[in-house]
């Protein structure tokens, strides 16, 4: 069935009534996610899209039991929304916003230590499971039902890496995006770990960036795991230069720590396979489950 959620997750939006969450939260309702309500700070006992609208999360959390919320509010705001969400023991949380200053996500980072919830994002375009839950920015296709299970710090990769899965016939089981930023909730290790122990997941393609350590501490778990489930990477940014970021905030070469060759190598060497290019890493994947 996928990781992280299923037919019967239950969900809240924070910030429901905005532009984006509103459009956005059609789109999920239509596509069949259970949305059962909204916070929106003032709107306490108001109603949007048919959605029962509470003051705060705890509200929310007691009225209608939710199993995830997304938030998608600005980024002034988007750590005291994770940080309610989190003390309201929201099991999973999905912070679309971009830009949260990286101090806020350290008090975020706190806040989740010990705590029953898991955290996407921030900068994520959410999780799928098609043609049964999405939560995010994601489009509805080309995301078909099927085996490949994908994680990834660039949204727009991610959507490649899925055209092209669905284009070899192979699908998705779940598609989780888990931000761009240098401080964030789930990591590579995190999904790993849930695709690893799910059923519908016979293969997973993890795609990394420059910046930070998160490829090679994946490196490290793969060499531990027990899995032979394959795993299809691909590292973006090998011609990036060096000290610029790269549009997300974490996509940062400094002073040679991120390095994409050096990801590349302890990828290799964990044994994950090395999609030779963006536009390989399906028929990489295909290959890899033996054509089936």
Not at 130 to 135: A, E, S, Y
Not at 172 to 184: A, C, E, K, R, W
């Amino acid at each position: 069935m996928g990781i992280l959620i299923d037919g019967d997750t239950k969900v809240i939006c924070q910030g429901l009534t905005g532009a984006t969450a509103t459009r956005l939260s059609e789109r999920a309702i239509a596509y069949g996610t259970k949305m059962v309500g909204g916070v929106v700070p003032g709107k306490g006992g108001q109603s949007h899209l048919h959605l029962p609208i509470f003051n705060t999360v705890a509200e929310a959390a007691k009225e209608t039991q939710p199993d995830a919320s997304a938030i998608f509010v600005p980024p002034v705001t988007a750590a005291a929304a994770m940080i309610e969400a989190i003390e309201a023991e929201i099991p999973l949380v999905i912070c679309v916003t971009e830009r949260v200053p990286v101090l806020d996500m350290v008090r975020v980072k706190s806040a989740l230590e010990g705590s029953s919830t898991r955290l996407i994002g921030p900068n994520s375009q959410g999780v799928i499971t098609p043609d049964v839950c999405k939560i995010g920015v994601m489009p509805e296709r080309p995301h078909t039902p099927g085996r490949v299970g994908i994680v990834s710090r660039s949204a727009t990769l991610n959507y490649e890496a899925v055209d092209q899965t669905t284009t070899v016939h192979l699908g998705q089981s779940t598609s989780v995006g888990i931000g761009g930023d240098p401080v964030y909730g789930m990591s590579f290790i995190d999904c790993l770990e849930l695709f690893f122990a799910d059923d519908a997941t016979e293969g997973v393609i993890l795609i990394g960036e420059i910046g930070g350590t998160a490829e090679e501490e994946a490196a490290a778990f793969l060499k531990s795991a027990s899995s032979t489930k394959p795993v299809v990477a691909y590292v973006a940014g090998i011609n990036a230069p060096t000290d610029r970021r790269m549009g997300h905030a974490g996509t940062v070469d400094v002073f040679g720590e991120g390095n994409v060759t050096a990801k590349i190598e302890a990828l290799d060497t964990a044994g994950a396979i090395i999609a030779p290019s963006a536009a390989d890493m399906g028929t990489t994947m295909r290959k890899a489950l033996g054509g089936r």
